[in-house]
């Protein structure tokens, strides 16, 4: 079974544990490392054509400008196709509630009908948010599970937590 595993990430400047931190590997990405090495799926990184700023406060306003436009920031590179999969892993870091634009942008692009979304989200306290209804809403056709949220900061260490999760939902 063909496993895609499409997330989107942001490295640099970020909020972990109440501190302001560089990192090296966005937390998401951490996670999504994580699931590549357990189910030996497809990674897929989805970068906006414009990134959003490496300074924290700066991208803060700028992902809620683009949330409040209800934007479709452009993405530099696209799978070929998700023909082969039958399973997306999706992540993503929860962005004011939701996901990024851009995992919008993503989800509008590809019919997922017949397809099944295993959504993941690191966030600093909010949990998944509103992100598992608007996912159903943009994929109309594909069966959604309720997802796994992992808190930002221990994203790297969460083997354990995801190993479980894979094996509950597999
Ligand atoms: C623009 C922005 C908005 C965020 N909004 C929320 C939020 O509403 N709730 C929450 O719990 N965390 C929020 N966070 C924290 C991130 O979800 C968290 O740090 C996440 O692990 C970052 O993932 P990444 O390193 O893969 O980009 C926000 C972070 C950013 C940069």
């Known amino acids: 079974m063909a496993e895609l595993i499409a997330f989107f990430s942001r490295r640099d400047e970020n909020y972990?544990?109440?501190?302001?931190?560089?990192?090296?590997?966005?937390?998401?990405?951490?996670?999504?490392?994580?699931?590549?090495?357990?189910?030996?799926?497809?990674?897929?990184?989805?970068?906006?054509?414009?990134?959003?700023?490496?300074?924290?406060?700066?991208?803060?306003?700028?992902?809620?400008?683009?949330?409040?436009?209800?934007?479709?920031?452009?993405?530099?590179t696209w799978p070929v196709s998700l023909g082969p999969y039958d399973v997306v892993y999706l992540g993503y870091p929860n962005y004011w509630g939701t996901m990024p634009m851009a995992v919008f942008t993503f989800l509008e692009h590809f019919d997922f009908s017949g397809k099944t979304i295993r959504p993941f989200c690191t966030h600093e306290g909010s949990g998944m948010g509103g992100s598992i209804s608007d996912i159903r809403k943009l994929c109309p056709g594909a069966r959604v599970e309720t997802g796994l949220s992992i808190r930002g900061g221990s994203a790297g260490r969460s083997k354990k937590d995801i190993e479980k999760w894979i094996g509950k939902e597999r």
């Open 16 to 76: 972990v544990n109440g501190m302001l931190k560089k990192l090296d590997i966005g937390n998401t990405e951490a996670a999504a490392r994580i699931i590549q090495e357990l189910t030996g799926g497809e990674l897929f990184q989805i970068e906006q054509m414009q990134a959003y700023s490496k300074d924290y406060n700066e991208c803060i306003a700028q992902a809620r400008a683009d949330q409040k436009r209800d934007a479709r920031p452009e993405l530099k």
